[in-house]
């Protein structure tokens, strides 16, 4: 007899079930970006990200989470096989680049003369494009920092020290961030890929 639990990353196995993979092809991340404070156009952002509704994300328990949450999967290869970097939150890093209101104003239009998503298509000068995916090249690269920063705190599950129970939740815990990570990671190297294409 066979149980499947279902095609679940291990966030989901852990806080549902109570255990994890060592290796998860099914594992995402959820990462939230914002329109920065300091920035000069932030009302005139917010007020065309809200107006064109991105679509919300859900978080592991089904609960719909703010516009600037987007959950990303692995992407396999330079080529993006895999579904990897959402189209949203590659549009939200657009918006966030536009150093004025016609820029914001241009893209409005060209979603309602298209279907209605705001900045879908890339920029058409290849340098706002690669600094709208730089955005998310840092963004990333800070959240893989800290991952590995988190990896690195969990003593080895082999210590004679910690009781197995502690080992065990060790272990789950160390399998969520390592799989959490392959996902940055991969994301990360398609971003670098993207916009060495583009240079």
């Not at 989470?65 to 993006?80: C, H, L, M, P, W």
């Amino acid at each position: 007899v066979w149980i499947t639990y279902g095609k679940f990353s291990n966030s989901t196995l852990l806080l549902d079930f109570g255990f994890s993979l060592p290796y998860n092809s099914h594992d995402e991340v959820q990462i939230q970006i914002k329109v920065p404070d300091h920035d000069p156009l932030l009302e005139v952002k917010l007020e065309v990200l809200q107006s064109h509704c991105l679509p919300r994300a859900r978080d592991v328990n089904g609960f719909k989470s703010s516009n600037d949450s987007f959950t990303i999967k692995e992407v396999r290869s330079a080529r993006g096989r895999g579904k990897g970097l959402p189209q949203s939150l590659r549009a939200f890093a657009r918006v966030l680049c536009c150093t004025s209101p016609q820029e914001l104003c241009d893209l409005a239009t060209e979603a309602a003369q298209n279907d209605g998503r705001l900045a879908r298509r890339p920029f058409r000068n290849s340098r706002q494009e690669i600094l709208a995916h730089q955005i998310l090249l840092s963004h990333i690269i800070q959240l893989t920092k800290e991952y590995s920063a988190s990896i690195e705190l969990l003593e080895p599950v082999t210590s004679p020290s910690i009781c197995k129970r502690l080992a065990f939740r060790k272990q789950m815990a160390r399998d969520l961030l390592i799989g959490e990570l392959r996902i940055l990671k991969s994301a990360s190297a398609w971003l670098e890929n993207y916009c060495a294409t583009l240079a």
